[in-house]
């Protein structure tokens, strides 16, 4: 899958209804948290944008993800997409996501072509109300992580998504003795799962009914690679 092939995917996705809901519960920890499709929320929660950039890279389309490091809170340690809080002063989400991807691993937001927006998804533990916003740069990025908040930055493979090894099941702790049953996409020894798991199966569901035909068949043709976890 080129570059261009990608985005004439999306852009061809955005024009329809988005699955939302019933692509997210694919990827979702179980028990399932129904708070994360309320629309009656408790107190306003807070807005943050993260940017699906898709870039390309020796004939293959790539998007990156970001560890962050371990600090006392919610999301230390975990995998997900470069973003943050919208700021008072950012005119709108969009800003916020690429602002936040410029700063924590150094893109040049000024060549990202924004092609839209995925379903926004709550997080209830942090009160996030997260818009994942899409884009496309025509060459690969050189990469700057900001220390303070990436641990490391984890270039991914759009079609490795599609190969069932990346998928997998485990029971993750999550405080006071309670586990939860979490789907993962295991990607280059890292778990990925939680909101930015249940994004990305939004995702691979958006591209994949006119596109899982040419995907497999792309898929089978190149040379196969190990993606899951060792």
């Known amino acids: 899958m080129t570059i261009d092939q990608l985005k004439e995917l999306l852009q061809q996705a955005f024009t329809k209804e988005l699955p939302g809901k019933d692509a997210h519960v694919k990827m979702a920890p179980q028990p399932l948290d129904l708070r994360r499709f309320t629309t009656a929320f408790s107190e306003p929660p807070k807005k943050s944008g993260v940017l699906l950039l898709f870039y390309p890279d020796e004939g293959a389309v790539y998007f990156p993800l970001i560890?962050?490091?371990?600090?006392?809170?919610?999301?230390?340690g975990q995998v997900g997409f470069p973003g943050g809080k919208m700021e008072p002063s950012d005119p709108n989400i969009l800003f916020t996501a690429l602002r936040e991807a410029?700063?924590?691993?150094?893109?040049?937001?000024?060549?990202?072509e924004v092609l839209g927006c995925l379903s926004d998804l709550y997080i209830p533990t942090s009160n996030f109300l997260v818009t994942p916003v899409v884009g496309l740069i025509q060459e690969?990025?050189?990469?700057?992580?900001?220390?303070?908040?990436?641990?490391?930055?984890?270039?991914?493979?759009v079609i490795s998504l599609f190969h069932p090894e990346v998928r997998k099941q485990t029971q993750l702790?999550?405080?006071?003795?309670?586990?939860?049953?979490?789907?993962?996409?295991?990607?280059?020894?890292?778990?990925?799962?939680?909101a930015t798991a249940m994004i990305l199966s939004e995702l691979i569901q958006v591209l994949d009914q006119k596109s899982t035909i040419m995907v497999k068949r792309l898929w089978f043709l190149l040379p196969q690679r190990s993606y899951a976890a060792q």
């Open 173 to 194: 702790a999550v405080g006071g003795g309670m586990y939860l049953d979490t789907p993962y996409f295991a990607v280059e020894e890292e778990v990925v799962w939680g």
């Open 67 to 76: 560890k962050r490091p371990q600090y006392p809170g919610v999301h230390s």
């Open 102 to 112: 410029k700063e924590e691993i150094g893109i040049d937001a000024g060549k990202v």
């Open 140 to 157: 690969k990025p050189s990469f700057v992580p900001e220390q303070r908040e990436v641990a490391r930055i984890i270039t991914t493979e």
